[in-house]
């Protein structure tokens, strides 16, 4: 059977590769120089296959025009979350609301002496406070979903809010 066009341009590509690699890793300075693209080649895959925004680290206005609440400069005995998580919902500023969200969530478990509220600890901290329960699992599922908008930079849709708001509902319900 006679040779195609596509098999030998095949055959040339390979022996192209081949020839390249088979000089690249002839010297330590080319193993190692093969090696490092392979490791960041496979890194730069794996982040593009979660979607994580590796650059954002070099820079910080990245989140330039979002309004910047910080658990640790607020009091949150003060803030009204109604008004906050509507005006974050109305602006669709889901991944915000979802973060004001969880800190209601504080401010009640706070309010009604279930946890001591205090700048700096942790979301697992307070999820380990309550004893075992509905309060608790309902707090570790808005935990979740709290980390994933807002440490996870990822973006929340409305359909992904209502499923937040509800929980937070429902939870709610519970703790009064």
Do not use: C
């Amino acid at each position: 059977m006679a040779e195609t066009l596509w098999d030998r341009f095949l055959k040339w590509l390979g022996w192209l590769i081949d020839s390249i690699f088979d000089r690249a890793i002839s010297t330590d300075l080319g193993r190692f120089i093969m090696y490092t693209l392979a490791i960041v080649l496979t890194i730069a895959v794996i982040m593009m296959l979660l979607k994580v925004n590796a650059l954002k680290v070099f820079y910080s206005g990245a989140d330039k025009g979002k309004q910047d609440y910080s658990i640790f400069h607020e009091n949150i005995h003060e803030m009204d979350f109604e008004i906050l998580i509507r005006e974050a919902t109305e602006k669709k500023q889901y991944r915000l609301a979802t973060r004001l969200i969880f800190l209601s969530a504080l401010k009640l478990l706070s309010d009604k002496h279930l946890i001591d509220f205090k700048a700096g600890k942790t979301n697992h901290d307070y999820v380990e406070e309550l004893p075992k329960g509905d309060l608790k699992t309902g707090l570790n599922e808005l935990s979740f979903y709290f980390d994933y908008a807002w440490y996870g930079n990822f973006a929340i849709n409305e359909s992904q809010f209502q499923k937040v708001n509800s929980t937070f509902t429902n939870w709610m319900q519970k703790v009064k």
